[in-house]
């Protein structure tokens, strides 16, 4: 059941996998959107992900 949510809208943070309260969107290496939340976003950064 949880795959097919994933699919049309990851809703956790793409870094540390917990529910973002206010996520950034960025591209992955797959350039998939994924949302990245206030405390991963340094890291996300880090990692050259690209903002949405
Ligand atoms: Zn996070």
């Known amino acids: 059941m949880g795959f097919i949510k994933k699919l049309f809208q990851p809703k956790k943070c793409a ?3 917990k529910k973002p309260t206010n996520p950034t ?8 959107k994924v949302p990245v939340c206030d405390k991963c976003v340094t890291y996300a950064e880090r990692r050259a992900y690209r903002k949405v």
């Open 25 to 32: 969107y960025y591209y992955n290496d797959d350039d998939e």
């Open 15 to 17: 870094m540390c996998g």
